[in-house]
């Protein structure tokens, strides 16, 4: 079975700084994908950054940045240069696997204020 | 081109009572997933569907839970009798099956309230 862990139930960070928000996964297949959703205050889950678990590289997307650590099972979000517009829920989303054939497994989501 | 279109955006019930919610996939996506957030607690698959056909349904909770996907089109997730546990929000995502790495699109989600 597949878990995701989201320590932080709620995080503060002053605009223009960076924050890192934590997640850690356990799964035994060698095969599998990392994700990170934003939920705004509007509902809707908006995708932000992907790291297949044979990247070498870590992902990164603009201001987003995943700083994955196979060993530790660790794919943490980095978001730099923090906006009142990144306030928002978070969450951490895992797949086995490599298609569009899998569902994900989510953490339980960190809340993100972005104070000015 | 539309996103995945949720419908009721909210819905109050009453213990009892049946409540049914659509979700319009992304047109040409053929996997659609659903999803459940109880308050403040993770994000659960409810199951999946592979054009019509149900690929997964391991995460239903109850046969109280029906979901269809008529013609591999829409689908609906039917509650009935719904009960007080059953309040959250309720995600419908697709994909395509061939994918960069099958990246889910979701919908804005229909939240539901069993009084």
């Known amino acids: 079975a597949q878990k995701i862990t989201q320590t932080q139930p709620g995080m503060f960070v002053q605009e223009k700084e960076a924050v890192t928000l934590d997640c850690t996964y356990d799964t035994s297949d060698q095969s599998y994908g990392l994700f990170w959703y934003k939920q705004p205050s509007s509902g809707e889950m908006i995708f932000l950054i992907y790291q297949g678990s044979y990247d070498e590289q870590n992902a990164t997307e603009g201001r987003y940045s995943l700083n994955f650590q196979k060993a530790r099972k660790s794919a943490n979000l980095v978001i730099s240069a923090s906006q009142l517009g990144d306030s928002a829920m978070y969450f951490c989303?895992?797949?086995?696997?490599?298609?569009?054939?899998?569902?994900?497994?989510f953490g339980s989501g960190t809340r993100l204020q972005v104070q000015p | 081109e539309a996103g995945v279109t949720q419908f009721p955006s909210h819905s109050v019930i009453e213990k009892g009572q049946t409540v049914t919610l659509r979700c319009d996939p992304i047109?040409?996506?053929?996997?659609l997933y659903w999803y459940r957030r109880v308050m403040g607690k993770e994000i659960k698959f409810l199951l999946h569907f592979v054009k019509e056909s149900k690929q997964d349904e391991s995460g239903m909770p109850n046969n109280r839970f029906l979901a269809e996907r008529t013609g591999g089109t829409y689908s609906t997730l039917k509650v009935q009798p719904a009960e007080l546990e059953d309040s959250g929000v309720y995600f419908c995502?697709?994909?395509?099956?061939?994918?960069?790495?099958?990246?889910?699109?979701f919908g804005e989600g229909s939240r539901l309230t069993v009084l």
């Open positions: 047109s040409g996506h053929d996997n």
């Open positions: 995502a697709s994909s395509q099956v061939s994918g960069v790495h099958g990246e889910l699109f």
């Open positions: 989303a895992m797949r086995v696997g490599w298609t569009g054939r899998r569902a994900l497994t």
